[in-house]
C-alpha cells in the first residue's frame, strides 16, 4: 500500500508560482504512474497533469499547458507539480494519486486507487 503525502500549497499571488511535492512514506512508487487532480469548493475533482512511472509520458489538462509542469524524481521517491502564472480559478485542493502502471498514465479519478491528503493552494489578487 503506497501512503502519499503532497505539500507545497499555500497562499499565492496571482502571476506567482508555486511547487507541489507529492511523496511516498511507504516503500517506492517509481513503477507507478503518478497524477495531479484538483478540487475546488463545490465541483468535481479534475484531472491536471500525470506521469509515467519512467518519466516516457506525460499527460496535461488544457488548462494547465504552458504553466504547469510535472516531474519526477524516483530517487527522492517525489513528484513535482510546477505551478507557473497561477490564476485565481487555480484555487482548489490539490491531490496527488497513484497506481502501478507500466505504460501512459491516465487521467481519471477512478482510475486511481492511491490518493494523498491533498493541499490548498488558493490564489490570490
Known amino acids: 500500500q503506497v501512503q502519499l503525502e503532497e505539500s507545497g500549497g499555500g497562499l499565492v499571488q496571482v502571476g506567482g508560482s508555486t511547487r507541489l511535492s507529492c511523496t511516498t512514506s511507504?516503500?517506492?512508487?517509481?513503477?507507478?504512474?503518478v497524477a495531479w487532480f484538483l478540487q475546488a469548493p463545490g465541483k468535481e475533482r479534475e484531472f491536471v497533469a500525470a506521469i509515467s512511472w519512467n518519466d516516457g509520458w506525460k499527460s496535461e489538462a488544457i488548462s494547465a499547458k504552458g504553466r504547469f509542469s510535472i516531474t519526477r524524481d524516483n530517487a527522492k521517491n517525489t513528484v513535482y507539480l510546477q505551478m507557473n502564472d497561477l490564476k485565481p480559478e487555480d484555487t482548489a485542493i490539490y491531490y496527488c494519486?497513484?497506481?502501478?502502471?507500466?505504460?501512459?498514465?491516465?487521467?481519471?479519478?477512478?482510475?486511481?486507487?492511491?490518493w494523498g491528503q491533498g493541499t490548498q493552494v488558493t490564489v490570490s489578487s
Open positions: 511507504s516503500g517506492t512508487f517509481s513503477a507507478y504512474a
Open positions: 494519486a497513484a497506481e502501478p502502471r507500466i505504460g501512459a498514465p491516465r487521467t481519471t479519478v477512478d482510475e486511481y486507487r492511491h
